[in-house]
């Protein structure tokens, strides 16, 4: 994933851009950005590696190098961005958020009927960034540039722009499958991924743009460049897993969302006579935990938190780069409470099921604490199709999934034919799946939040809400 932050103001903004992406750090860990634009200095940028320290540590340097009334920053999950690119659109800062599939094939293009040549990484792969910023170019102006390389990436992109004329151009991707958000303040405004980051600033909410919406922001206000798309297909798992709890997306707060999801999937369980008796109810940190507060409060199983994660040392997601390194910190961070695990039933919701990996080693260290029982309740549906349009997992193959592997195990190539019929607990297919999985993680017992299930808890039209990777439907 990543997440971006920009300002435009008639006062300096740089610890606003500071404090504002560094509010942006749950949504990625390898690298980011800042870039400032002053009359006197020019434009000022830093890009670090976060891989290893938080975005505050690294940055924190940079701020007396840093100052002017406009600039933006990311985190990003991909590339090291914001780039800045010269072309004759003029000068701007550039950052994007986004999956470009058809990369290769446009990349290709440009070598083949422009001569152009680009910036490779390490492995010879482009810079999105940069593949966005030349199909940007080819427009005759910064928004027909930006409509056209979204009409071309097979994918999502959305935009975060600095101009050198002052001004901010924000560009939800087509489908609108990311949010952005303006704030404003008494002395300008600011565009973000997530609404808290500027909340805390001083900011209130001004707008939020529609699908595949441009729009150009100075410190005096804002104007639509190209209008809103009426469709919307805008990304479930904002809320379920990788949103903030503090967020607010088309209207419905994370939080809220996922305390209602929890009891929805208590309300079903109890009307269905599958809930298990159990001593606590409890969730998987952090983003499971309010999936399990709503089961807890519905099902009326005393909720507990049985571990805690150690985060101090090891704050965030991001793990050495040694397999051994990495298991060690895994363990480190989990630290049991004993009076709530020896000898208890307990069941866990985590907010989603990928690879099962990270969950494995949970159930393992629970039985190894003493665990009577371990049930294991998902917030969401099987995870059937790796995700296309958001880089929010680093999984490029449907067969990294647990559920498709297990579906393979089963039922081999035939099985892949059958999907749907595993994706549902209510067929014998589902009921198979479920089996095989408990079976393989060693849970006592296993259920998923239905699809139904989780749109009700959004709450939002169901048609403007993207399910591909639960139903590979667009």
């Known amino acids: 994933m990543g997440g971006f932050f920009g300002a435009v103001s008639h006062r300096d903004i740089v610890y606003d851009v500071f404090f504002g992406t560094d509010y942006h750090s749950h949504l990625g860990t390898r690298s980011a950005g800042m870039a400032v634009w002053s009359e006197t200095k020019g434009c000022v940028r830093e890009i670090h590696s976060i891989a290893n320290t938080p975005f505050r540590t690294r940055f924190e340097k940079d701020l007396p190098d840093f100052s002017g009334k406009i600039g933006i920053g990311c985190i990003s999950d991909s590339d090291p961005q914001p780039?800045?690119?010269?072309?004759?659109?003029?000068?701007?800062?550039?950052?994007?958020?986004?999956?470009?599939?058809?990369?290769?094939?446009?990349?290709?293009?440009?070598?083949?009927?422009?001569?152009?040549?680009?910036?490779?990484?390490?492995?010879?792969?482009?810079?999105?960034?940069?593949?966005?910023?030349?199909?940007?170019n080819e427009g005759k102006d910064l928004p027909d540039g930006i409509r056209h390389a979204q009409e071309m990436i097979d994918g999502s992109m959305t935009v975060l722009l600095m101009s050198s004329d002052?001004?901010?151009?924000?560009?939800?991707?087509?489908?609108?499958?990311?949010?952005?958000?303006?704030?404003?303040?008494?002395?300008g405004y600011c565009?973000?991924?997530?609404?808290?980051?500027?909340?805390?600033?001083?900011?209130?909410?001004?707008?939020?743009?529609?699908?595949?919406?441009?729009?150009?922001?100075?410190?005096?206000?804002?104007?639509?460049?190209?209008?809103?798309?009426?469709?919307?297909?805008?990304?479930?798992?904002?809320w379920t897993y990788y949103g903030y709890p503090n967020s607010n997306y088309e209207g419905v707060n994370v939080e809220i969302m996922r305390c209602r999801n929890g009891e929805i999937m208590a309300r079903d369980e109890v009307a269905r006579g599958s809930l298990p008796k159990v001593d606590f109810v409890a969730g998987v940190p952090d983003s499971g935990v309010p999936h399990a507060i709503g089961y807890a409060n519905r099902s009326g199983k005393p909720f507990a938190r049985p571990f805690v994660k150690y985060t101090p040392t090891w704050p965030r997601s991001f793990m050495p780069s040694n397999q051994a390194m990495r298991d060690q910190v895994a363990k480190m961070k989990q630290i049991p409470v004993p009076e709530?695990?020896?000898?208890?039933?307990?069941?866990?919701?985590?907010?989603?099921?990928?690879r099962g990996t990270q969950l494995q080693s949970t159930v393992d260290f629970l039985y190894q604490s003493g665990a009577a029982e371990v049930h294991m309740r998902s917030a969401c549906p099987p995870i059937m199709y790796a995700c296309k349009y958001l880089n929010f997992s680093r999984n490029n193959s449907d067969m990294d999934l647990l559920a498709r592997r297990i579906v393979q195990e089963l039922e081999g190539d035939e099985g892949q034919q059958h999907l749907d019929e595993y994706a549902d607990a209510s067929t014998e297919r589902g009921k198979c799946l479920l089996h095989a999985i408990c079976e393989k993680l060693g849970f006592d017992s296993l259920g998923y939040q239905s699809l139904d299930g989780l749109l009700e808890a959004i709450g939002i039209d169901r048609e403007k809400i993207c399910t591909y990777c639960w139903n590979g439907k667009e």
């Open 340 to 354: 709530l695990i020896q000898g208890k039933k307990l069941l866990f919701v985590d907010d989603s099921i990928v």
């Open 83 to 136: 780039l800045l690119v010269r072309s004759r659109l003029g000068l701007y800062a550039i950052t994007t958020v986004g999956q470009i599939n058809n990369a290769e094939t446009l990349v290709n293009s440009y070598f083949a009927e422009r001569g152009h040549q680009f910036m490779a990484m390490g492995s010879g792969r482009v810079n999105a960034t940069e593949l966005v910023a030349a199909l940007i």
């Open 166 to 187: 002052g001004a901010i151009i924000a560009a939800r991707d087509r489908f609108g499958r990311l949010p952005v958000h303006v704030g404003k303040d008494n002395d």
């Open 191 to 238: 565009v973000a991924f997530e609404s808290f980051a500027y909340q805390k600033l001083g900011y209130h909410n001004e707008y939020e743009l529609g699908p595949a919406e441009i729009l150009r922001i100075t410190a005096d206000g804002y104007e639509t460049l190209s209008p809103a798309a009426r469709d919307m297909k805008i990304c479930a798992f904002l």
